[in-house]
């Protein structure tokens, strides 16, 4: 797997056994939080 970075994103390229190619992109929308979107993150996530 081959992590790539650019500005506003972030793309994981795997590159499979077999040869073929798969790219997920992660996109930001463009907000900033704080604090506070710490602790509804562990809430909604956390087992």
Do not use: C
Not at 15 to 36: H, L, Q, R, V, W
């Amino acid at each position: 797997m081959v992590e790539v970075t650019v500005p506003g994103q972030r793309w994981e390229i795997e590159i499979m056994n077999d040869g073929t190619i798969e790219i997920e992109k992660f996109i930001s929308d463009g907000d900033f939080y704080d604090a506070i979107e710490l602790e509804v993150l562990i809430k909604e996530f956390s087992n």
